[in-house]
């Protein structure tokens, strides 16, 4: 596909590539690449979406008038496309992509004013209180307890998984306010700050060696009503919209990146005489997840075209979520293919190095990424859980 922009949007390009040439340091570029992670430490993180924020271009998905860019869809497209070439840090999804959008939907207009400009700011750092011990697939069974006490709540129990609770201020949490009818009556979502007396967060370590999720519990804390988005035990409707923008993409920037590294890197590896590349095996493994990519970008630009026109992202992003973290997935296990014992090796990043991150076969990231990949097709809802949704919800069955 020959794809044209037009002039503006030439100039909008050339304006990003300006503006990474001026802001995206090396030690950026650098943590980025050398991320072996889903998501990015904290310390770098913040820093470039403090550098975003200065600009106005750190929530792009936002609505203007809440502070996004009213961007249009090409720009947008032109920003992931760019960013991403420049290899500059992806941005942590739960404030900006999960509770600033869910927010905006159904928060009262006190907290839209309240946490909104700190969400943009970087000045809250959230994480996801959903899941518990006993509660992931069926949510709606969840147990954290939560008695209303005159003005405020009283939280016991505890939540598991919970990606950067470690680093995070806030919490945006589902608890147990009644048992008595449906799992899903009776859950009340409220915001929660991370520094209540009563809170402690234990860290989860992964088999790769990274810490990214933490056991949280919860002994007599308070959280004021006020706290609370939506109506007393109305919270499952919230968490459901909520769940629509964490499984809406955004990734295959990334996805793309990345495989074209692969593809590139398997043409200097040396096999019988000719190029692993040009082994029809693996060649044919590549085409087909090439072309599998290219059908979920498709979904993807649907799916940012409905935010764009202030819609949320609908059942459609289960099919997302699900295409994504099998691409996501299938690309580590190319690139360690590519890699062979070299997955092993150690190279570290260099200083003028622009090729994009995600995991590129030799480098001190492949392992651990292949790793931690194997996760995305459970976090965030697994892809069985995916698979009913779209049977129900899309495909009416
Ligand atoms: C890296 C990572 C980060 C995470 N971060 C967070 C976070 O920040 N906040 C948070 O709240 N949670 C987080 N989670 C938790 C995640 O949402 C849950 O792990 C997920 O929902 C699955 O729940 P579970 O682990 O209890 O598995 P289970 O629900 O016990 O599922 C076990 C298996 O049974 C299958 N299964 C279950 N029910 C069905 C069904 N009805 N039909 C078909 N198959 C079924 C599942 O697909 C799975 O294969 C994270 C998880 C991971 C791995």
Redesign the pocket.
Known sequence: MNVRFSTEHQAFRDSIRRFLDDNLDDELRMAQRNCPG?FLDYEYNIRWHRILHKQGWVAPAWPLEYGGTGWDLTQRYLWTRETTLAGAPSLAP?GLGMCGPMLIGHGSEAQKRYYLPRILSGEDYW?????????????ASLKLNARLEGDHYLLNGS???????HVANRMFCLVRTDDSGRPQQGITFVLLDMDSPGVSVEPIV?ASGTH??NQVFFDDVRVPVSNRVGAHNEGWSVAKYLLEFERGGGGTAAQQSALDRVRRFAATVPVDGASLLEQRAFKTQLDRTSIELEAVQQTELRIMAALSRGQNPGPESSIMKNLGANLGQRITELALEAAGVAALAHQPWQAGDNSPPIGPPGSATTFPRYF?LR??S????????Q??IVAKLVLGL
């Open positions: 889903i739960m994480c996801q209180g959903y899941s518990e011990p006993a509660s992931g697939s069926d949510l939540k598991i998984w919970t990606t950067h609770a992964f990214e999720v931690n996760a995305s459970i976090a965030g809802g697994t892809n069985e859980v698979k009913n």
